[in-house]
């Protein structure tokens, strides 16, 4: 059976090897950073591409906490307004605040570069073998590091825009200047992820907490999606190349051991959370080894009993009117629950008035809202977002929908019990209402899993979903959906922030 790698928080040093030395000696003897990466092995360098996975993570308000919190700006997840001074009202008026909310802006700009720059040295220092057998098993770790700094590049881009372009070692400069978007996918995001397409392995090193390469074409074809969609708007021909890498893993499920998960609950489930059927790739967390999830206190509403909950998320209550009676709708929300008194009451006479996501509850580690820290895991890609990627980009690239497409969105509806609670299935073959159909259903699928924002933006839809807050909103305003990239960092480098901030 693989090691499961669990982020450790001591990983962020690619030198893992330490002696004891004579501090008299002579310099020359001291080892290199080139020299030793001229001498790695293969232990060696797994040790340094398990590190990026603590890199990406940054403890447990780093990676899953601090774009939860910018997904507040979307339709599917709210904040609680009676919490005083609640930053997350400024993502929910769609204001983001420079100086307020800047604990999301530099934890993610941090972490994102750590990665980068972990990846680049794995990248440049590793001298690759030539015996063929050892070469291949290099270069499927080597993948690791070019996915990992193609998927940071993704996420850079699609926060703040234009960022520094760093692809070697020595790169960083204080007065580096910020690249173009269209250039950090043509230099970064697209050749990165390539080459781990082509360098992966076909099950991940350990399981769903290192990617496949079939990991790296879903990512390759949520990036070319994106680029189809706002800010580049390349169209028909980027939803093609999208269409092309998610048909290939659905054409090779079997050589991947892809299929949905048959419950829908189980992906939230402790015990089920290493399983691979589904999840291409997930950052795994756990409370007991200091490595959680912030999927704890946060979840819980302010007025649940016996442990009152932080309540910093709850569910948009028009977002889960418009939910289908499903599987998923069950699992994902609390609609009632015990207070104080004892009695349990429905959302609607609640604190707060809201629908609770308990999506994550199985996670807990110890009594229901106890702690602020969980166990679970951060889902990235799953298999059911390449058959929904599928089913759009194909449909956008041709504007008519096929077969593959229609079964594409069924079989995720089907999973999700659309059948049994005679919830119709989607059979129109009419390219607008199917893809409004597709919208929706990825909306529902990827609830609270912080990625409705991104679809959002991609398709321009925030003006439609979140048109009370549009007209006065920052985006409005200055004409893109961009947050500001951390004031220390402009003012260190002498850059002009995004408009508007």
Not at 432 to 442: D, G, I, K, M, Y
Request: with cysteine; hydrophobic share 35%; proline share 4%.
């Amino acid at each position: 059976m693989k090691k499961l790698i669990y982020l450790t928080a001591v990983a962020g040093s690619l030198l893992l090897t330490t002696s004891c030395v004579d501090l008299t000696q002579e310099p020359e003897s001291f080892i290199t950073e080139e020299e030793y990466w001229n001498t790695v092995d293969q232990a060696s360098l797994e040790k340094a591409a398990d590190a990026l996975y603590s890199d990406l993570w940054q403890g447990n308000y780093g990676f899953n906490s601090r774009l939860q919190r910018i997904n507040v700006c979307a339709d599917d997840i709210t904040y609680r307004a009676a919490k005083a001074n609640n930053e997350l009202a400024y993502y929910s008026r769609l204001t983001p605040n420079l100086t307020a909310n800047d604990a999301d802006f530099s934890t993610t700009w941090t972490l994102f570069y750590k990665v980068i720059s972990s990846s680049n040295k794995i990248i440049k220092g590793t001298t690759i073998p030539t015996n063929e057998k050892e070469a291949k098993a290099f270069k499927e770790v080597l993948g690791e590091a070019y996915f990992m700094r193609g998927l940071s590049y993704f996420y850079l881009t699609r926060l703040y825009g234009d960022v520094p372009l760093l692809l070697e070692n020595d790169e960083a400069t204080i007065t580096m200047p910020r690249t173009s978007v269209a250039e950090i996918y043509d230099k970064a995001i697209i050749p990165s992820l390539t080459t781990a397409t082509e360098w992966l392995p076909n099950k991940g090193r350990s399981g769903n907490s290192t990617p496949s390469k079939w990991a790296a074409k879903a990512c390759l074809a949520d990036a070319y999606m994106t680029m189809a969609g706002w800010p580049l708007n390349k169209g028909t021909e980027y939803y093609g190349l999208a269409a092309a890498q998610a048909k290939e893993i659905m054409d090779n499920k079997a050589q991947a051991g892809l299929v949905l998960t048959a419950e829908y609950s189980d992906l939230w489930k402790e015990d089920k959370k290493t399983e691979t059927n589904e999840v291409m790739f997930a950052l795994q967390h756990s409370a007991k080894h200091k490595i959680a999830s912030n999927y704890g206190k946060s979840y819980y509403p302010s007025d649940y009993s016996p442990n009152a909950g932080w309540a910093d998320y709850y569910g948009n209550e028009d977002f889960f009117k418009a939910y289908p009676n499903d599987d998923r709708k069950e699992w994902n929300y609390m609609t009632e629950w015990k207070i104080k008194s004892g009695e349990i009451i429905p959302y609607t006479e609640s604190a707060d008035k809201l629908p609770a996501i308990s999506k994550y509850y199985d996670y807990d580690e110890g009594a229901p809202g106890k702690s602020a820290q969980s166990n679970g895991i951060t889902c990235i890609y799953r298999y059911a977002e390449v058959l929904l990627m599928y089913a759009e980009a194909s449909t956008r690239a041709t504007n008519t929908v096929n077969q593959d497409a229609l079964n594409a969105i069924q079989e995720v509806q089907k999973r999700a019990g659309y059948q049994d609670r005679q919830i119709e299935l989607t059979t129109t073959t009419e390219p607008t209402a199917f893809l409004a159909a597709v919208s929706n259903e990825r909306g529902w699928e990827f609830f609270a899993e912080m990625k409705r924002w991104f679809e959002l933006v991609r398709l321009e839809k925030v003006k439609e979903v979140r048109a009370e807050e549009w007209d006065a909103s920052t985006f409005n305003t200055n004409h893109h959906y961009y947050f500001p990239v951390p004031y220390q960092q402009v003012d260190l480098a002498g850059w002009t922030n995004n408009a508007g901030y």
